[in-house]
């Protein structure tokens, strides 16, 4: 039967930050020997739009359309997803695998509707709607959380052909996470909140956060709030945080992000809409319990009163009432911040991941083979 040729499109890979590329980076480390793995990204500046990467072979090759207008970026991604794709079956056969997300996705499906070629798709978050979703020849959707599972079948697409994990940190986090840890320095007196994500604020609700954080620290003194990432919101969310005390640290490598999360003491997250956000699980391998608004599968992964504090979503007031709550409480955060590593404990592993997908594709590889 051979080797299985699987084609990656995830728009975000490293050196770009995001959970996707963790998580296919992830995927392709759990698997190297055992699949012959191209990826599909956006150009990244200062990077080799080809180079050979975690066993892979990455084409940095996609154009960058993630903000700005939707006609810009239907006349250009799809050529360049097609085309990226085009060329790659000319190669031989092989199997999809594509974040199911935006535009890129979309374009991926319409390429396997067309060629006939089999995919499995990734369903890492909310946005897409259902035409996107069921879009191309899908062998298998793979849902973050059950959240995602119920509304894939709320589309009509049978729950048998639904694969369904939660959200699971890489394994390198335990030993970055206790390096981290013995790094940390103590700031008496004050209590940092970190957000990390991208900053959008009709998804991310990062402006919802920065109005509460500001009424919080006029409440109680010592609040620091940081910002790790980057989006198209990011100059006016500095000119809304003029003048708190607000730290925007940009886009950081996986392990100066741990780094920044044992200096931190609360994660705070103020989505509209979410899957399952993985920055709640990675704050609680740091000890970090989280606040959230309870939006999509937040709930799955947050236990409120046990591993932290949901809030209504778009509700300020609630969320700098929560924030003030947990920052004026020593105890309180060491309590959920303890159960928080103990929900890890009971969580799927990537092994288990990696290799439900690997079955995937095998069963589809014979296949297509035979």
């Known amino acids: 039967m051979g080797v299985p040729r699987v084609v990656i499109l995830s728009p975000a890979y490293p050196p ?5 590329a963790t998580y296919f980076q992830t995927l392709i480390r759990s698997l190297t020997g055992k699949v012959s793995f191209t990826v599909l990204s956006l ?17 940095r090759v996609l154009p960058d ?3 700005g207008g939707a006609i810009p970026r239907y006349i250009t991604v799809i050529p360049a997803v097609i085309s990226a794709l085009n060329k790659e079956r000319k190669k031989g056969p092989f199997i999809i695998h594509a974040h199911s997300n935006g ?17 499995i798709k990734e369903v890492q978050d909310t946005s897409d709607k259902a035409f996107v979703l069921k879009a191309g020849k899908v062998h298998r959707w793979i849902a973050t959380g059950k959240f995602v599972r119920r509304r894939l079948t709320s589309f009509g697409i049978p729950e048998e052909r639904i694969v369904t994990f939660p959200s699971i940190n890489p394994p390198e986090l335990s030993e970055l996470a206790s390096k981290a840890m013995k790094g940390r320095v103590e700031h008496p007196g004050k209590v940092r909140f970190v957000y990390f994500g991208w900053l959008m604020n009709r998804v991310k609700g990062v402006d919802v956060l920065l109005k509460a954080f500001s009424l919080a620290s006029k409440e109680l003194d010592g609040l620091e709030l940081w910002i790790i990432g980057d989006g198209p919101d990011r100059k006016g969310l500095e000119e809304l945080a003029n003048g708190l005390p607000v730290r925007f640290l940009g886009s950081l490598p996986y392990t100066d992000l741990v780094k920044t999360l044992a200096q931190s003491d609360i994660v705070v997250l103020a989505s509209h809409e979410e899957a399952n956000p993985r ?6 391998a740091l000890g970090l319990p989280a606040i959230a608004t309870d939006v999509g599968g937040v709930i799955e992964e947050l236990l409120d009163g046990k591993t932290g504090i949901l809030v209504k979503d778009n509700d300020v007031e609630a969320l700098s009432r929560a924030m003030v709550k947990l920052a004026s409480d020593q105890d309180l955060k060491e309590i959920l911040g303890n159960e928080g590593k103990e929900f890890l404990e009971r969580l799927p592993t990537w092994s288990d991941l990696s290799d439900a997908l690997y079955k995937e594709y095998l069963i589809l590889w014979d296949h297509i083979m035979n």
């Open 16 to 20: 770009l930050r995001g959970g996707s």
């Open 43 to 59: 150009e990244a500046e200062g990077s080799s739009r080809t180079e050979e990467l975690d066993g892979a072979n990455v084409r």
């Open 65 to 67: 359309r993630r903000g």
């Open 103 to 119: 535009i890129y996705g979309y374009s991926a499906s319409l390429f396997s509707s067309f060629f006939g070629i089999p995919m």
């Open 279 to 284: 920055c709640i699980i990675e704050g609680y």
